[in-house]
Protein backbone atom coordinates (compact mmCIF):
# COMPACT_ATOMS: atom_id res chain seq x y z
CA UNK A 1 0.00 0.00 0.00
CA UNK A 2 2.87 2.51 0.95
CA UNK A 3 4.52 1.69 -2.63
CA UNK A 4 1.02 2.22 -4.24
CA UNK A 5 0.69 5.37 -2.67
CA UNK A 6 4.19 7.12 -3.59
CA UNK A 7 3.61 5.63 -7.01
CA UNK A 8 0.38 7.54 -7.27
CA UNK A 9 1.86 10.46 -5.64
CA UNK A 10 4.84 10.76 -8.19
CA UNK A 11 2.18 9.89 -11.54
CA UNK A 12 0.94 12.73 -9.95
CA UNK A 13 4.42 14.59 -9.75
CA UNK A 14 5.20 13.87 -13.08
CA UNK A 15 1.49 15.59 -15.03
CA UNK A 16 2.34 18.55 -12.69
CA UNK A 17 5.77 18.99 -14.33
CA UNK A 18 4.04 18.87 -17.72
CA UNK A 19 1.30 21.81 -16.40
CA UNK A 20 4.19 23.42 -15.51
CA UNK A 21 6.15 22.84 -18.58
CA UNK A 22 2.83 23.87 -20.61
CA UNK A 23 2.35 26.90 -18.40
CA UNK A 24 5.83 28.23 -18.77
CA UNK A 25 5.52 27.81 -22.48
CA UNK A 26 2.60 30.13 -22.57
CA UNK A 27 3.01 32.55 -20.32
CA UNK A 28 6.50 33.22 -20.96
CA UNK A 29 6.18 33.48 -24.45
CA UNK A 30 4.44 36.75 -23.19
CA UNK A 31 6.61 38.10 -21.13
CA UNK A 32 9.90 37.68 -23.56
CA UNK A 33 7.75 39.26 -26.80
CA UNK A 34 9.84 42.49 -26.58
CA UNK A 35 12.86 40.35 -27.14
CA UNK A 36 11.57 38.22 -30.08
CA UNK A 37 10.80 40.68 -31.68
CA UNK A 38 14.11 42.74 -31.60
CA UNK A 39 15.71 39.24 -32.48
CA UNK A 40 13.26 39.06 -35.39
CA UNK A 41 12.98 42.74 -36.55
CA UNK A 42 9.40 43.12 -36.04
CA UNK A 43 7.29 45.31 -33.93
CA UNK A 44 5.84 43.72 -30.37
CA UNK A 45 1.80 44.30 -31.95
CA UNK A 46 3.72 41.87 -35.03
CA UNK A 47 5.58 39.77 -32.74
CA UNK A 48 1.96 38.98 -30.05
CA UNK A 49 0.41 37.28 -33.29
CA UNK A 50 2.92 34.26 -32.01
CA UNK A 51 1.07 34.68 -28.92
CA UNK A 52 -2.21 34.57 -30.47
CA UNK A 53 -1.09 31.52 -32.64
CA UNK A 54 -0.62 29.30 -29.72
CA UNK A 55 -3.35 30.20 -28.07
CA UNK A 56 -5.70 29.28 -31.44
CA UNK A 57 -3.97 25.73 -31.22
CA UNK A 58 -5.28 25.19 -28.27
CA UNK A 59 -8.52 26.64 -29.39
CA UNK A 60 -7.90 23.97 -32.59
CA UNK A 61 -6.51 21.26 -30.94
CA UNK A 62 -8.56 21.09 -27.63
CA UNK A 63 -12.01 19.64 -29.17
CA UNK A 64 -10.42 17.91 -32.38
CA UNK A 65 -7.30 15.90 -30.16
CA UNK A 66 -9.80 15.19 -27.27
CA UNK A 67 -12.29 13.87 -29.87
CA UNK A 68 -9.80 11.43 -31.96
CA UNK A 69 -7.66 10.20 -29.32
CA UNK A 70 -10.58 9.03 -27.08
CA UNK A 71 -9.92 5.54 -27.63
CA UNK A 72 -6.33 5.67 -26.85
CA UNK A 73 -4.95 4.50 -23.79
CA UNK A 74 -4.28 7.17 -21.47
CA UNK A 75 -0.22 6.88 -20.55
CA UNK A 76 -0.08 6.39 -24.00
CA UNK A 77 -1.97 9.38 -24.84
CA UNK A 78 0.04 11.66 -22.48
CA UNK A 79 3.15 10.12 -23.46
CA UNK A 80 2.33 11.52 -27.32
CA UNK A 81 1.05 14.73 -26.48
CA UNK A 82 4.06 15.67 -24.55
CA UNK A 83 6.24 14.72 -27.26
CA UNK A 84 4.67 16.82 -29.55
CA UNK A 85 4.84 19.47 -27.37
CA UNK A 86 8.47 19.33 -26.59
CA UNK A 87 9.28 19.15 -30.31
CA UNK A 88 7.11 22.27 -31.16
CA UNK A 89 8.99 24.10 -28.26
CA UNK A 90 12.53 23.25 -30.24
CA UNK A 91 11.10 24.55 -32.93
CA UNK A 92 10.11 27.69 -31.68
CA UNK A 93 13.47 27.99 -30.62
CA UNK A 94 15.41 27.55 -33.77
CA UNK A 95 12.35 30.05 -35.59
CA UNK A 96 14.44 31.91 -38.25
CA UNK A 97 11.46 34.27 -38.64
CA UNK A 98 7.81 35.58 -37.15
CA UNK A 99 5.91 33.27 -39.91
CA UNK A 100 8.12 29.92 -38.48
CA UNK A 101 7.43 30.96 -34.97
CA UNK A 102 3.89 31.29 -35.57
CA UNK A 103 4.05 27.85 -37.23
CA UNK A 104 6.01 26.82 -34.16
CA UNK A 105 3.50 28.16 -31.59
CA UNK A 106 0.14 26.92 -32.95
CA UNK A 107 1.81 23.62 -33.33
CA UNK A 108 3.06 23.74 -29.81
CA UNK A 109 -0.68 25.08 -28.63
CA UNK A 110 -2.46 21.56 -30.22
CA UNK A 111 -1.75 19.18 -27.39
CA UNK A 112 -2.60 21.80 -24.63
CA UNK A 113 -6.31 21.85 -23.76
CA UNK A 114 -6.02 17.47 -24.02
CA UNK A 115 -3.02 16.94 -21.85
CA UNK A 116 -4.60 18.85 -18.92
CA UNK A 117 -7.98 17.19 -19.42
CA UNK A 118 -6.52 13.34 -19.40
CA UNK A 119 -4.64 14.78 -16.70
CA UNK A 120 -7.08 15.67 -14.55
CA UNK A 121 -9.00 12.44 -15.24
CA UNK A 122 -5.90 10.15 -14.86
CA UNK A 123 -4.94 12.01 -11.46
CA UNK A 124 -9.00 11.89 -10.56
CA UNK A 125 -8.45 7.88 -10.90
CA UNK A 126 -5.58 7.68 -8.75
CA UNK A 127 -6.78 9.49 -5.57
CA UNK A 128 -10.63 7.83 -5.34
CA UNK A 129 -12.58 9.25 -3.21
CA UNK A 130 -10.38 12.84 -3.27
CA UNK A 131 -10.44 13.14 -7.21
CA UNK A 132 -10.59 17.19 -6.48
CA UNK A 133 -7.29 17.08 -4.50
CA UNK A 134 -5.19 15.04 -7.38
CA UNK A 135 -6.98 17.52 -9.74
CA UNK A 136 -5.66 20.26 -7.88
CA UNK A 137 -2.04 18.98 -7.54
CA UNK A 138 -2.31 19.04 -11.13
CA UNK A 139 -3.22 22.48 -11.70
CA UNK A 140 -0.76 23.35 -8.81
CA UNK A 141 1.61 22.98 -11.98
CA UNK A 142 0.24 25.95 -13.93
CA UNK A 143 -0.07 28.18 -10.86
CA UNK A 144 3.97 27.29 -10.00
CA UNK A 145 4.58 27.97 -13.66
CA UNK A 146 3.35 31.85 -13.01
CA UNK A 147 4.83 32.08 -9.74
CA UNK A 148 8.11 30.47 -10.57
CA UNK A 149 8.55 29.45 -13.66
CA UNK A 150 7.94 32.45 -16.03
CA UNK A 151 9.86 35.02 -13.81
CA UNK A 152 13.07 32.73 -14.68
CA UNK A 153 12.46 31.95 -18.06
CA UNK A 154 11.96 35.64 -18.30
CA UNK A 155 15.33 36.31 -16.74
CA UNK A 156 17.06 33.20 -18.67
CA UNK A 157 15.82 35.33 -21.68
CA UNK A 158 17.17 38.34 -20.73
CA UNK A 159 20.78 37.24 -19.96
CA UNK A 160 20.96 34.58 -22.59
CA UNK A 161 18.31 35.57 -25.15
CA UNK A 162 14.71 34.50 -25.70
CA UNK A 163 15.13 31.22 -27.79
CA UNK A 164 16.75 29.44 -24.55
CA UNK A 165 13.04 29.80 -23.05
CA UNK A 166 12.14 27.18 -25.12
CA UNK A 167 14.65 25.35 -25.25
CA UNK A 168 14.26 25.09 -21.47
CA UNK A 169 10.79 23.85 -22.25
CA UNK A 170 11.54 21.71 -24.52
CA UNK A 171 14.03 20.08 -21.58
CA UNK A 172 10.86 19.55 -19.24
CA UNK A 173 8.70 18.27 -21.36
CA UNK A 174 11.77 15.77 -21.89
CA UNK A 175 12.09 15.08 -18.29
CA UNK A 176 7.92 14.34 -18.23
CA UNK A 177 8.18 11.72 -20.76
CA UNK A 178 10.82 10.22 -18.91
CA UNK A 179 8.74 10.25 -15.50
CA UNK A 180 5.30 9.39 -17.11
CA UNK A 181 7.13 6.48 -18.72
CA UNK A 182 9.17 5.02 -15.77
CA UNK A 183 6.45 5.30 -13.03
CA UNK A 184 2.98 6.38 -14.16
CA UNK A 185 0.60 2.82 -14.26
CA UNK A 186 -0.98 1.77 -17.65
CA UNK A 187 -4.68 2.59 -17.72
CA UNK A 188 -7.31 0.43 -19.23
CA UNK A 189 -7.81 0.89 -22.73
CA UNK A 190 -11.44 3.38 -22.51
CA UNK A 191 -14.33 1.09 -24.02
CA UNK A 192 -17.69 2.15 -25.28
CA UNK A 193 -16.06 5.43 -26.66
CA UNK A 194 -18.37 7.02 -28.91
CA UNK A 195 -16.66 10.92 -29.97
CA UNK A 196 -19.56 11.15 -31.76
CA UNK A 197 -22.33 10.84 -29.34
CA UNK A 198 -20.02 12.87 -26.99
CA UNK A 199 -20.24 15.66 -29.43
CA UNK A 200 -23.51 15.45 -29.94
CA UNK A 201 -24.11 15.79 -26.17
CA UNK A 202 -22.58 19.13 -26.73
CA UNK A 203 -25.48 20.88 -28.63
CA UNK A 204 -26.48 22.24 -25.61
CA UNK A 205 -26.87 26.38 -25.59
CA UNK A 206 -26.27 26.59 -21.55
CA UNK A 207 -22.46 25.03 -22.58
CA UNK A 208 -21.66 27.18 -25.46
CA UNK A 209 -23.29 30.51 -23.49
CA UNK A 210 -20.71 29.46 -20.32
CA UNK A 211 -17.77 28.89 -23.16
CA UNK A 212 -18.73 32.78 -24.56
CA UNK A 213 -17.78 34.42 -21.21
CA UNK A 214 -14.44 32.80 -20.84
CA UNK A 215 -13.57 33.04 -24.42
CA UNK A 216 -14.47 37.45 -24.42
CA UNK A 217 -14.68 37.91 -20.57
CA UNK A 218 -10.72 36.43 -19.99
CA UNK A 219 -9.91 38.32 -22.84
CA UNK A 220 -8.81 41.48 -20.52
CA UNK A 221 -6.52 39.57 -19.09
CA UNK A 222 -4.65 38.86 -22.02
CA UNK A 223 -5.03 42.05 -23.69
CA UNK A 224 -2.83 43.44 -20.58
CA UNK A 225 -0.36 40.33 -19.72
CA UNK A 226 0.70 40.20 -23.15
CA UNK A 227 1.82 43.55 -23.44
CA UNK A 228 3.19 44.40 -20.25
CA UNK A 229 6.90 44.07 -20.44
CA UNK A 230 7.29 46.01 -23.33
CA UNK A 231 4.91 48.76 -21.88
CA UNK A 232 7.17 48.50 -18.34
CA UNK A 233 10.81 48.89 -21.11
CA UNK A 234 9.45 51.20 -23.13
CA UNK A 235 6.33 53.74 -21.01
CA UNK A 236 7.59 52.86 -17.56
CA UNK A 237 11.57 52.98 -18.11
CA UNK A 238 11.53 50.04 -15.68
CA UNK A 239 14.82 48.57 -15.03
CA UNK A 240 15.13 44.45 -16.55
CA UNK A 241 15.26 43.23 -13.16
CA UNK A 242 11.49 44.23 -12.34
CA UNK A 243 10.32 42.50 -15.22
CA UNK A 244 10.73 39.06 -13.69
CA UNK A 245 9.23 40.70 -10.37
CA UNK A 246 6.12 42.26 -12.10
CA UNK A 247 5.50 38.79 -13.80
CA UNK A 248 5.79 37.21 -10.20
CA UNK A 249 3.26 39.47 -8.92
CA UNK A 250 1.06 38.25 -11.48
CA UNK A 251 1.52 35.06 -10.38
CA UNK A 252 0.96 35.26 -6.94
CA UNK A 253 -2.14 37.31 -7.41
CA UNK A 254 -3.11 34.57 -9.47
CA UNK A 255 -2.14 31.90 -6.77
CA UNK A 256 -4.67 34.05 -4.36
CA UNK A 257 -6.94 34.33 -6.32
CA UNK A 258 -7.56 30.38 -6.78
CA UNK A 259 -8.49 30.31 -3.39
CA UNK A 260 -10.59 33.64 -3.61
CA UNK A 261 -12.78 32.30 -6.37
CA UNK A 262 -13.44 28.86 -4.82
CA UNK A 263 -15.01 30.74 -2.16
CA UNK A 264 -16.56 32.85 -4.84
CA UNK A 265 -17.79 29.49 -6.71
CA UNK A 266 -19.27 28.30 -3.38
CA UNK A 267 -21.60 30.68 -2.43
CA UNK A 268 -22.52 31.24 -6.53
CA UNK A 269 -21.32 30.19 -10.07
CA UNK A 270 -23.22 33.34 -11.61
CA UNK A 271 -22.35 35.76 -8.81
CA UNK A 272 -18.55 34.69 -8.35
CA UNK A 273 -18.01 34.93 -12.19
CA UNK A 274 -19.83 38.58 -11.84
CA UNK A 275 -17.70 39.88 -8.97
CA UNK A 276 -14.21 38.40 -11.09
CA UNK A 277 -15.21 39.61 -14.24
CA UNK A 278 -15.68 42.99 -12.09
CA UNK A 279 -12.34 42.92 -11.09
CA UNK A 280 -10.68 42.74 -14.61
CA UNK A 281 -12.70 45.58 -15.42
CA UNK A 282 -11.44 48.15 -12.60
CA UNK A 283 -8.15 45.91 -12.65
CA UNK A 284 -7.42 46.79 -16.02
CA UNK A 285 -8.62 50.49 -16.08
CA UNK A 286 -6.22 50.91 -12.83
CA UNK A 287 -3.36 49.56 -14.55
CA UNK A 288 -4.36 52.07 -17.87
CA UNK A 289 -4.25 54.95 -15.08
CA UNK A 290 -1.04 53.81 -13.88
CA UNK A 291 1.12 53.24 -16.87
CA UNK A 292 4.62 55.23 -16.43
CA UNK A 293 5.50 53.98 -12.76
CA UNK A 294 6.53 50.40 -12.86
CA UNK A 295 5.84 50.03 -9.08
CA UNK A 296 2.13 50.55 -9.70
CA UNK A 297 1.95 48.69 -12.78
CA UNK A 298 3.65 45.88 -10.58
CA UNK A 299 0.52 46.42 -7.80
CA UNK A 300 -2.15 46.64 -10.93
CA UNK A 301 -1.11 43.47 -12.87
CA UNK A 302 -1.34 41.73 -9.06
CA UNK A 303 -4.57 43.03 -8.68
CA UNK A 304 -5.70 41.92 -12.50
CA UNK A 305 -4.37 38.25 -11.22
CA UNK A 306 -6.73 37.97 -8.48
CA UNK A 307 -9.16 37.72 -10.60
CA UNK A 308 -8.16 35.20 -12.89
CA UNK A 309 -9.86 32.64 -10.90
CA UNK A 310 -12.67 32.87 -13.07
CA UNK A 311 -11.96 29.75 -14.39
CA UNK A 312 -13.69 28.34 -11.59
CA UNK A 313 -17.27 29.03 -11.36
CA UNK A 314 -17.30 28.54 -14.94
CA UNK A 315 -15.45 25.18 -14.89
CA UNK A 316 -18.03 24.09 -12.26
CA UNK A 317 -21.03 25.60 -14.23
CA UNK A 318 -20.11 23.38 -17.08
CA UNK A 319 -20.11 20.27 -15.02
CA UNK A 320 -24.19 21.47 -14.27
CA UNK A 321 -25.00 21.47 -17.95
CA UNK A 322 -22.54 19.16 -19.60
CA UNK A 323 -24.08 16.50 -19.21
CA UNK A 324 -22.58 13.07 -20.76
CA UNK A 325 -19.95 15.26 -22.11
CA UNK A 326 -18.01 16.17 -19.30
CA UNK A 327 -14.48 15.40 -20.62
CA UNK A 328 -15.13 17.13 -24.12
CA UNK A 329 -16.27 19.98 -21.39
CA UNK A 330 -12.99 20.28 -19.91
CA UNK A 331 -11.24 19.95 -23.44
CA UNK A 332 -13.36 22.95 -24.83
CA UNK A 333 -13.14 25.40 -21.30
CA UNK A 334 -8.90 25.46 -21.97
CA UNK A 335 -10.09 26.31 -25.82
CA UNK A 336 -12.33 28.93 -24.58
CA UNK A 337 -9.51 30.18 -22.06
CA UNK A 338 -7.27 29.85 -24.82
CA UNK A 339 -9.76 31.70 -27.61
CA UNK A 340 -9.50 35.03 -24.89
CA UNK A 341 -5.89 34.80 -25.26
CA UNK A 342 -6.26 34.92 -28.78
CA UNK A 343 -9.20 37.40 -28.80
CA UNK A 344 -6.97 39.71 -26.23
CA UNK A 345 -3.09 40.24 -27.42
CA UNK A 346 -5.25 40.79 -30.90
CA UNK A 347 -7.38 43.74 -30.14
CA UNK A 348 -4.84 45.08 -28.03
CA UNK A 349 -2.04 44.69 -31.13
CA UNK A 350 -4.80 46.68 -33.22
CA UNK A 351 -5.17 49.36 -30.77
CA UNK A 352 -1.23 50.14 -30.32
CA UNK A 353 -0.60 49.75 -34.30
CA UNK A 354 -3.27 52.65 -34.79
CA UNK A 355 -1.06 54.97 -32.77
CA UNK A 356 -2.54 54.65 -29.16
CA UNK A 357 -0.25 54.71 -25.95
CA UNK A 358 0.20 51.92 -23.85
CA UNK A 359 -2.53 52.46 -21.65
CA UNK A 360 -4.71 51.20 -24.51
CA UNK A 361 -4.24 47.97 -23.12
CA UNK A 362 -5.84 48.12 -20.09
CA UNK A 363 -8.87 50.13 -21.96
CA UNK A 364 -9.37 46.89 -24.42
CA UNK A 365 -9.45 45.07 -21.07
CA UNK A 366 -12.03 46.51 -19.46
CA UNK A 367 -14.02 46.56 -22.76
CA UNK A 368 -13.62 42.78 -22.91
CA UNK A 369 -14.48 41.93 -19.42
CA UNK A 370 -17.72 44.11 -19.68
CA UNK A 371 -18.55 42.21 -22.76
CA UNK A 372 -17.59 39.21 -20.52
CA UNK A 373 -21.06 40.57 -18.32
CA UNK A 374 -22.99 40.66 -21.26
CA UNK A 375 -22.34 36.90 -21.72
CA UNK A 376 -22.99 36.20 -18.18
CA UNK A 377 -26.10 37.64 -18.13
CA UNK A 378 -27.37 36.03 -21.15
CA UNK A 379 -25.96 33.04 -19.56
CA UNK A 380 -27.86 33.81 -16.24
CA UNK A 381 -31.42 34.60 -18.26
CA UNK A 382 -31.01 31.38 -20.03
CA UNK A 383 -30.40 29.12 -16.88
CA UNK A 384 -33.94 31.10 -15.22
CA UNK A 385 -35.52 30.05 -18.55
CA UNK A 386 -34.45 26.23 -18.05
CA UNK A 387 -35.53 26.41 -14.52
CA UNK A 388 -39.35 27.85 -15.85
CA UNK A 389 -39.53 25.04 -18.51
CA UNK A 390 -37.95 21.89 -16.82
CA UNK A 391 -41.61 21.16 -14.90
CA UNK A 392 -43.64 21.72 -18.17
CA UNK A 393 -40.77 19.53 -19.77
CA UNK A 394 -40.92 17.01 -16.95
CA UNK A 395 -44.81 16.76 -16.66
CA UNK A 396 -44.96 16.47 -20.50
CA UNK A 397 -42.52 13.53 -20.35
Known amino acids: MIL ?66 AWIERKRLLLGLMVVFGLACLFSALAPSLETLVIARFLAGLPHGTYLGISMLFAAELSPGRG ?131 RLATWSHFGGALVLLVGMALASLLYTAVVGDWVLMTGAILLLGLTTGLVIPLQMRLIEVAGDAQTLAAALNHAAFNAANALGPFLAGLALTAGHGWGVTGQVGAALAVGGMVALGLAWIDSRRSLRLRPALEAGC
Not at 26 to 53: D, I, K, R
Open 132 to 262: AAGVAKVLAGLTVANVIGVPLAGAVGQAFGWRWCFVIVALLALATVVMIWRIAPASARPRGVNPLRELGALANRAVWLTLMISAIGFGAVFAVYAYLSAAMIDAANAPAWSIPLALSAFGIGATLGSFLAG
Open 4 to 69: QDRQDMLTILSLALGAFAIGVAEFAAMGLLPYYAAGLGVTEPEAGHAVSAYAIGVVVGAPVVAVLS
